[in-house]
């Protein structure tokens, strides 16, 4: 996809985010289910199921999905494409690139050994591995940019309200 073809697949959007800025506003969802054998959520990807448990340093296996590592992968994913969007719309000349995410954890908080500890990440590194002969200028626009509008990226940056509820579902009385 050059250019022109994403201006014109995105123009008509940004018309009408612009009329009408409501239905700009869309809601993702995510699903997945409590494993009933182990300590593991099995998550609904679209494509298939993915499994996540326990992190090694947590007591897990290692053979399900770390959520962590999931988090991690998909700010790689939305930067990714972020970076090639905004590559192509600048018509920045970029023959290749590489995303890498990687992310600092103490586990004592999340296992509750050290109430000092933080729970999650306490410094994510996002790096860029371009190939383009690009001048510096242009680079830093290019990346500039893909942080401002990678979904992800400014998710973790700007810390949205989050809301939690639990609804029970009563078991039948057992006889």
């Known amino acids: 996809m050059d250019a022109a073809e994403l201006k014109n697949v995105q123009g008509p959007l940004k018309q009408a985010y612009r009329e009408d800025a409501e239905s700009a506003v869309i809601t993702l969802r995510a699903k997945g289910s409590v494993d009933d054998q182990k300590i593991a959520c099995k998550v609904e990807t ?3 199921i993915a499994v996540a448990g326990l992190h090694p340093a947590t007591g897990g296996s290692g053979l399900e999905l770390c959520s962590g590592d999931m988090l991690l992968e998909a700010l790689v994913a939305c930067a990714g494409v972020t970076l090639k969007a905004v590559a192509t719309a ?3 000349r970029l023959d290749g690139a590489k995303v890498e995410a990687e992310g600092d954890l103490d586990f004592r908080g999340t296992l509750g050994v050290a109430k000092d500890a933080p729970v999650g990440f306490r410094t994510i590194r996002l790096r860029f591995e371009l190939d383009t002969d690009e001048p510096q200028d ?3 626009t290019l990346i500039k940019l893909t942080e401002r509008y990678c979904v992800v990226f400014q998710t973790i940056s700007q810390k949205p309200e989050l809301l939690v509820t639990a ?3 009563r078991l039948a009385a057992r006889m």
Request: glycine share 8%.
């Open 46 to 48: 679209g494509r298939a």
């Open 90 to 92: 600048l018509e920045f």
């Open 138 to 140: 242009r680079i830093d």
């Open 167 to 169: 609804e029970p579902h």
